[in-house]
């Protein structure tokens, strides 16, 4: 899988240096990284705040990134009078800015959602989700409730949904619409005009449901109506061979630490290409089953049952663990970065938000939850910054990364969540 | 045969327009993925591909059955239906496939008016498990007609309306319908509904024609016509595809897609064991319950079990048979106890490289005894229990620890004697004596009563009547799913499956032609969970 990055045409430039496409400014993504257990205080906080903080145990495999990333320490995670679900109030906090009252169910759309409704439109796929440890559910992806949008959970099958059947490759001079495309189309014009009949007699909550499958539909008729239209592009990138065959994706590490660079470098063509502008991409399911051969425990059940290092004051073999997250959270970064479009990279024009479930693992706090993004948003989002424990609601984040992405929203987040300013500095 | 074979037995359709007035929509199933391919493949035949992903369920109350009634279809959930119903139904007219159609059409290049309805109402017949009304039929006719006339092309006209059958939610979804009963007090499921219901629960598969047929006369409705076709399917190899069905969702099989062992500890567990095992585990349970009609309590004692060449690999048993599959019987002193000494249960519920007699314990009194455990406190300080340098040295003794604090006890005091019992099996479910060169000690007590080992804990819930009771709990829900029941009576059912010296047929029999499970209380719209806000 070739990703070729060649020089850039200077004449594609405006005077302000931001590349033109037929006038059109290069689309800002958004993409979410998730990882379980989060990281250990001690080891990933640096002690400045600002631009010149000191490179940190946990963020080293970051480092070269430093200049694109921002930090967040000390963000507060108040549940009201929810329950702390444990691995879960605190994704759920931090991609929807609400509390939620049970486990495993969002009360409104994700933050990937709610930007690629702004973000999203007129592109094949509003957002594509991929888990790097084989599990379709591990995804933190959702238009609300219990229904998450399933995670490809394989190199291929990611390949096959991106760049698979409806797929046509932009990068090459004989594109054409697929006339099978509008055939397909006008079954599904037929399909939604049946909801008049589907919804009589329903109750309440299956009127909702059948609500939601028309609203499925609906996004795949626009998905079909994107399919019939050339994307423009920048990025010279080279659409990769389809696999001959899946490799074994699970939680040990070694296979981790294959497949996520290898979904990464798949979510970053798609973006490239155009075929969607979310990208969300876990590893670890929140209770990280994440485990190195020959290690019993694995990361998650050594977060309750390794001892705290009386000398380090750490558990040793968790903060390994938390370092490894790192590294996967770098592999994407460097295959977003490797795709020069425009005035800059993938990644410049994008803004990624990694997260997690637990500040403390070992006694589940969600307070002090770590939040790193990385991505300048064409440039609409200062980076390079650590923003130190000024007490924020984690919802802060959010509500700032929506402000540099063009979401029109004054407050976002409910609750003792609910936020009203952004972190103004960092808006360009 | 594929249901389409038998073309013309049964067909044409039922003129109406609508559902009646006072019949209403109780529980909206989402197909699973076995019931979506099952269907396809016994309505157009196996040759038929089914070529795509489904979106997961969600295990909730013990069954992921139970989660079919909320969850709804995500846009990525429907792309892939979507793309699955245009490459079925392109197969389905392909020129090799043609021959099996109802009819053909005068002309290839024209819309047959004649042969497209013929077509499009037997399909809509077989994909919906109910007639299609007159003004569903014209409207499917008519996207055929258009496209055809687009196209001057007649399958690809029909294609696209076998492409819209697949793609409705009538389809999509096993919708059951309520009407008022006999004593207009209570609502009772139609004729089709319950044809649906019994064919999903006891061959995990769309209802065939008879049942169709039993539906469409009215046969459902009457005692003895009911009673007729429970006995029909029952007698039928079918049922244990059903019951299959069930085991794997009740025994939580589906745990096995996100386990992974460690290659290293552990490099006997290779590619493939988790499906051996899974079959294995289903194999006896099926070969006990439905084949040898045996006491339902002995899947937790017998030594009689199934094997392939790969799981004698782990359990060190010489395999010597020709074919792929042997039954096997283990020896008095193997120390294994029915299913719970599969290697099914006991990897599923341990770590990749390690047990963990808490997991083990906590998923048998979910599955075995209906006992489901709360999460532990969050604050909860694991110091002492799991600090493999505190003076508790081996970790029973730092499991023990737990019964020193109330809040802890509480739940571990029922999960991990459960689970200690088992500690003479490692994480893939190989036999040991020592752990980490302490000798096993599987002795346990729960509420008075003392054990030791597998054996010991397989007779503590051979013998509890919990667990007989806690089998058709889920049985029962896995039936009815998200439907309401306007009776909660059971009793008969229940004494009928105990007299029958616990049968899993004289359960499924005596649930199947009760009138009680087919009943239905409204939905009650604030009790039930919405899929979306």
């Given at each position: 899988?070739?990703v070729?990055?060649?020089p850039?045409?200077?004449c594609f430039?405006n005077?302000k240096?931001?590349?033109q496409?037929g ?9 979410t990284f998730?990882?379980?257990?989060g990281?250990t205080?001690s080891?990933?906080?640096p002690k400045?705040?600002?631009t010149d903080?000191e490179m940190t145990?946990?963020l080293?495999?970051?480092?070269p ?10 963000l507060?995670?108040?549940l009201?009078s ?5 691995h879960w109030?605190g994704l759920?906090?931090a991609?929807t800015g ?6 495993g169910e969002?009360?409104?759309k994700t933050?990937d959602?709610?930007?690629a ?12 989700a991929?888990?790097a ?6 995804s933190?992806?959702s238009?609300?409730g219990s229904n998450?949008?399933p995670?490809e959970?394989?190199p291929?099958?990611l390949?096959?949904r991106?760049?698979g059947?409806?797929?046509q490759?932009?990068?090459k001079?004989?594109?054409k619409?697929?006339?099978r495309?509008l055939?397909?189309?006008?079954v599904?014009s037929a399909?939604?005009?049946d909801?008049h009949?589907?919804?009589q007699?329903?109750g309440?909550a299956?009127r909702?449901?059948?609500?939601q499958y028309?609203?499925?539909?609906r996004?795949t008729?626009l998905?079909?109506e994107?399919?019939?239209q050339r994307p423009t592009i ?6 990769p061979e389809a696999?001959s065959k ?9 296979n981790l630490?294959?497949?996520t660079?290898?979904?990464?470098r798949?979510?970053a063509i ?5 075929q969607t502008r979310v990208?969300n991409?876990?590893?670890?399911s929140?209770?990280?089953?994440m485990?190195k051969p ?7 059940q050594s ?7 009386p000398k380090?004051?750490?558990?040793v073999?968790?903060a390994q663990?938390n370092?490894?997250s790192?590294?996967l959270?770098a592999?994407l ?5 490797a795709i020069?479009?425009?005035?800059g990279?993938?990644?410049d024009h994008s803004?990624?938000?990694a ?5 403390y693992a ?8 770590p939040?790193?993004t990385a991505g300048?948003a064409?440039?609409r989002?200062?980076?390079g910054?650590h923003?130190?424990?000024d ?5 802060r ?9 063009g979401v029109?929203?004054?407050?976002w ?7 009203r300013?952004p972190?103004?500095?960092?808006l360009? | 045969?594929?249901l ?16 009646a ?11 699973t993925?076995?019931e979506?391919r099952?269907s396809i493949?016994?309505?157009f035949?196996k040759?038929i591909?089914?070529r795509g992903t ?6 909730t109350?013990?069954?992921a ?5 909320f ?5 990525v959930?429907?792309e ?5 119903a245009?490459d079925i139904?392109?197969?389905v007219t392909?020129?090799?496939?043609r021959a099996?159609l109802p ?7 024209a819309?047959?008016e ?7 109402a037997?399909?809509g017949?077989?994909l919906?498990?109910?007639p299609l009304?007159?003004a569903?039929?014209?409207n499917?006719?008519?996207l055929?007609?258009r496209?055809?006339e687009q196209?001057?092309?007649f399958?690809?006209?029909l ?6 059958l697949?793609?409705l939610?009538d389809?999509?979804f096993?919708s059951e319908v309520?009407v ?8 009772t499921l139609?004729s089709y509904?319950r044809?649906?219901?019994l064919s ?6 769309t209802?065939?024609?008879e049942?169709l047929r039993a539906a ?5 409705n009457?005692?003895a016509g009911?009673t007729?076709?429970?006995?029909r399917?029952?007698?039928s190899p079918?049922?244990?595809?059903g019951m299959?069905?069930?085991f794997?969702?009740?025994l939580?099989?589906d745990?096995?897609d996100?386990v992974s062992?460690?290659?290293?500890l552990y490099p006997k567990?290779?590619?493939?064991m ?8 289903l194999r006896t349970?099926?070969?006990l ?5 045996g006491?339902?309590?002995d899947?937790m004692t017998t030594?009689?079990?199934y094997l ?8 060190r048993v010489?395999f ?13 002193d193997?120390?294994?106890?029915g299913?719970?000494?599969q ?6 519920f ?19 005894l209906c006992?489901p455990t709360p ?11 799991n600090d493999?340098?505190?003076r508790l040295?081996?970790l029973?003794q730092r499991?023990?620890a737990?019964a020193?604090n109330k809040?802890c006890?509480?739940?571990h005091?029922?999960s991990d004697?459960l689970g200690l019992?088992?500690?003479?099996f490692?994480?893939?479910?190989g036999?040991r004596?020592?752990d980490?060169?302490?000798p096993?000690?599987?002795s346990?007590?729960?509420?008075g009563?003392?054990f030791?080992?597998a054996?010991g804990?397989?007779?503590y819930l051979?013998?509890?009547p919990?667990?007989?009771a806690c089998v058709?709990r889920?049985l ?5 799913s998200?439907r ?5 009576d059971f009793?008969?059912?229940?004494k009928?499956?105990?007299d029958?010296?616990?049968?899993l047929?004289?359960?499924l029999?005596g ?13 009650a719209e604030a ?7």
């Open positions: 899988m070739a070729m990055g060649l850039f045409l200077d430039l005077s240096g931001q590349a496409t006038g059109r400014p290069l689309p800002t993504r958004f993409g998730f990882w379980g257990c990281l205080h080891l990933w906080i400045k705040a600002g903080w145990t946990q080293k495999p970051l480092e990134f430093r200049k694109k990333l921002n930090a967040f320490s000390g507060r995670v108040p009201d929810k329950p702390n679900g444990q109030s759920a906090a991609s609400i509390a939620p009252a049970r486990s969002f009360e409104s933050i959602q709610q930007v409704e702004v973000i999203g439109k007129g592109v094949r796929f509003r957002s594509v991929a888990s440890s084989g599990d379709p559910k591990q933190y992806s238009l609300g998450a949008l995670a959970a394989t291929l099958s390949y096959l991106l760049f059947a409806g797929f490759d932009p990068t001079g004989d594109w619409p697929d006339p495309i055939l397909q189309k006008s599904l399909v939604a005009e909801r009949r589907v919804m007699n329903l309440a299956d909702a449901r059948m609500d028309f609203t499925s539909v996004q008729e998905q079909m994107a399919e019939l920048e990025a010279k990138v080279a659409i696999p899946d490799i074994l994706v699970n939680n040990a590490w070694p630490e294959v497949v660079p290898l979904m990464a798949l979510g798609a973006l490239a290409t155009d990208f991409l876990s590893v670890s929140p209770q990280n089953q485990f020959g290690d019993p425990l694995g990361f998650h977060t309750h049952e390794e001892g705290v290092d380090l004051g750490y558990q073999r968790v663990y370092l490894e790192m590294q959270f592999a970064l460097k295959e977003l970065d020069q479009e425009g005035d990279t993938l990644l803004v990624v938000m997260f997690t479930d637990q500040s070992r006694i589940h706090s969600v307070d002090g939850l939040v790193l300048g064409s440039g989002l200062k980076t910054y923003v130190a424990g007490n924020s609601p984690v919802s984040v959010g509500l700032t990364l929506q402000k540099a992405l029109s929203v004054d407050s987040g409910k609750d003792s969540l609910q936020v300013t972190y103004t500095d960092l360009a | 045969m594929a389409s074979v038998m073309l013309g037995i049964f067909g044409g359709t039922v003129a109406v327009d609508a559902l007035a006072d019949s209403q929509v109780v529980n909206l199933r989402r197909l993925e076995k979506y099952n493949a016994d309505i035949g040759e591909e089914v489904f979106e997961p369920t969600k295990r109350n013990g069954l059955a139970v989660s079919t009634s969850l709804s279809v995500t846009p959930g429907f892939s239906f979507s793309k699955m245009s139904a392109a197969q392909a020129e090799s496939y099996k009819c053909a059409p005068k002309n290839l290049k819309h047959d004649a042969c497209s309805s013929k077509i499009l037997h399909y017949l077989l919906f498990r109910r009304s007159g569903e039929l014209d499917r006719v008519g055929a007609r496209i055809t196209s001057g092309d399958y690809a006209g294609r696209s309306s076998l492409s819209m697949l793609q939610p389809f999509l096993r309520a008022p009963a006999g004593d207009g007090k209570q609502l139609d509904s044809a649906t219901l999903f629960l006891l061959w995990n598969t209802p065939d024609l049942l469409q006369s009215g046969e459902m009457t005692p009911l007729k076709q429970v006995d399917l029952m007698a079918r049922l244990v595809a299959r069905a069930f794997e969702d009740m939580q099989l745990t096995f996100t062992k460690d290659s290293l567990w290779g590619s493939g988790a499906e051996s095992a899974r079959e294995e585990t349970v099926t070969g319950a439905l084949q040898d009609n006491d339902i309590r899947l030594r009689q079990t392939d060449r790969k799981l004698a690999v782990l359990y010489p010597a048979f020709t074919g792929d599959w042997v039954k096997y019987e283990f020896p008095a193997s120390g294994r106890s299913i719970l000494t290697i099914s249960m006991l990897s599923m341990s770590h990749p490289g390690r047990t963990s007699p808490t997991k083990r314990g906590v998923a048998l009194a979910d599955i075995f006992l999460d532990p406190p969050n604050d909860v300080d694991f110091a002492e229990v493999s340098n505190s040295k081996t029973r499991l023990m737990h020193n809040v006890a509480a739940c005091d029922r004697p019992s088992l500690e003479a490692d994480t893939i479910g036999y004596t020592m980490n060169g302490e096993i000690d599987a346990a007590t729960i509420q009563r003392s030791i080992g054996q804990l397989g007779q051979h013998d509890s919990r667990y007989p058709a889920r029962h829900s896995y039936g009815r998200g309401r029941w306007a009776s909660e009793a008969d059912t229940y009928a499956f105990q029958s010296g616990f049968r047929r004289a359960l029999r649930m199947a032609v009760s009138e009680s499970f087919y009943s239905s209380a409204p939905p009790e039930k969970k919405v899929a979306l806000k």
